[in-house]
């Protein structure tokens, strides 16, 4: 084994994945053998990365794992899980229904849009880089927009309303927390590499928990738009102890999520979410 193998690790450039990668990024912890090279895309982009297994770790929508599991696991750390809260749906004037309407969304790989599509099946969606949806709602190109990261957060000072939180209504339907974002490792690498990376991984996690006004500090190099306190508050929404490990109830998300999407025809095929083990 090279002492230099470098294993790319692709994330998105928001403020909680920020937090989790900062003692990687920041070289805080020991890496050998292993280069660790940061590959900041957004989660759509790396969704499709993932198709051709570009990178050998990688963030992605639970969506998009119903499309890339020959190649990849689910890492047991480093998931985005919304317990009670989520993607939202929001629009310039209060709206009743979502049926038939034009919706801005961030990719049809994302987790926000399958949990849409099972929420209301009947919309017209129209992709945008997640970053421009508020305005392309603003700008009245469309009738409501699919809001991920820091715009859960920050659409209420624009003006614009709520209509629904997919989070809520998942957890409402199913009792269970939204699974929206994880970490996959390539299968390819094996047993040990996988082993080790995943250790890391968490390790950096823990890190960033142990260390929170550091690690925040640099999560705002990626907070777009946020204040300090805002930013505190996404992160802590979305790096907590799920972040650390599934659990039985976030694995049971996982499965509920991508059986559901199964069952209502928005994935075409039945899929075994398949976690790294350290037995």
Known sequence: MSQTEKIRIGHSPDSDDAFMFYALAKGLIPTDPYKIVHVVEDIETLNQRALAAELEVTAISVHAYAYVAKDYMFMPCGASIGDQYGPLVVSKAPMDTLAGKRIAIPGKMTTAYLTLSLFEPNFEAEPRPFDKILDAVQQDEVDAGLIIHEGQLTYAREGLHKVIDLGE???????????????????????????????????????????????????????????????????????NDYTLDYGEKGRAGVR???????AAGIIPHRVDADFVSFE
């Open 169 to 239: 209504w998942w957890y409402e339907e199913t009792g269970l927390p939204l699974p929206l974002g994880a970490n996959v490792i390539r299968r390819n690498l094996g047993t040990e590499k996988i082993r080790k990376i995943t250790a890391l991984l968490k390790q950096s996690i823990e890190y960033s928990l142990e260390h929170r006004e550091s690690g925040l500090a640099y999560a705002m190099t990626y907070a777009r738009d946020m204040e300090t306190s805002l930013a505190d508050k996404f992160v802590g929404m979305y790096v």
């Open 256 to 262: 509920e999520l991508l059986h559901r999407g199964n």
